[in-house]
């Protein structure tokens, strides 16, 4: 008894559910279709395929037709939403838009590097990234690289694990200021003032999106070599990025 009842119930509920998907697809049709366009379509229709509809039903088509013209006249035009979504989109500036992406891979740190370069000397992504091509890497290493002048150029997709911190690449991100080394050849903070707003800002969404995210400098992931849980200055592998960027974020 029950089971031929739930038999029932499952077949209206097919039914329906094949009914309501019809409907569906007619109005989405409708919907998505400008209804100036339909409208144009159904008073140029052929004499002889419009002969094929019953009178009563063609003015009811007429009618819904232009009940939607009318509601189309009074609601924004696809063509100025599709312009006001360009709008949008040059309002957020790239960085932000790749900082956002989808990423299907875990994020346990961010890492902040120098391109190495000297005091003054600035530097595009695209120029790291063609030093990097020209290593036989894949694309640059770096997901961000913040300019002299605090541009945030964006490098590899963030998505992609990079290239910018041996042994850590595959759950970090890796953040490039251009500068880190002075007029002598020495590691040094050159950092613009622009740059050090630049990575506060791209840090922050970063940090937003990733609350768990470790905040480290290259320098930092060296090995602790006399095992003391502290990496010392004359443990460092390398400088970069020239400056004790754990201290320095440790409050954002
Ligand atoms: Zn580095």
């Known amino acids: 008894m029950l089971k031929t009842l739930l038999d029932r119930g499952r077949v209206v509920a097919r039914a329906h559910s094949v009914q309501l998907a019809a409907i569906g697809a007619v109005l989405s049709t409708i919907f998505a279709t400008d209804p100036v366009v339909l409208q144009a379509g159904w008073q140029t229709m052929p004499a002889e395929l419009r ?21 189309a006249r009074a609601t924004p035009q696809q063509a100025v939403v599709q312009r006001l979504g360009l709008l949008a989109a040059s309002v957020e ?6 900082a956002r992406v989808p990423i299907l891979r875990a994020i346990a740190g961010i890492v902040i590097h120098c391109s190495a370069t000297r ?5 595009s992504a695209a120029t790291i990234r063609s030093w990097h091509l020209a290593k036989g890497w894949a694309d640059i290493g770096y997901h961000f690289v913040i300019r002299l002048d605090g541009t945030i150029e964006v490098g590899r997709p963030l998505a992609r694990a990079g290239a910018h911190v041996e042994g850590h690449n595959a759950r970090t991100i890796g953040i490039c200021y251009v500068g880190g ?3 002598d050849g020495k590691p040094k903070d050159t950092r613009t003032p622009e740059q050090k707003a630049a990575l506060v800002q791209l840090l922050r969404e970063l940090r937003r999106r990733f609350p768990a995210a470790t905040i480290k400098g290259h320098r930092d992931y060296s090995p602790d070599l006399n095992g ?10 390398k400088a970069c990025p020239s400056f004790d960027a754990t201290a320095e974020y440790r409050s954002l």
């Open 181 to 183: 080394v002075g007029a």
């Open 93 to 98: 500036p790239a960085w932000l838009k790749a």
């Open 228 to 237: 003391n849980g502290t990496i010392e200055p004359q443990e460092y592998m």
């Open 119 to 123: 005091e003054g000397q600035d530097v």
């Open 51 to 71: 002969a094929l509809i019953p009178d009563r039903i063609a003015v009811w088509i007429t009618a819904i037709l232009f009940v939607l013209v009318i509601v």
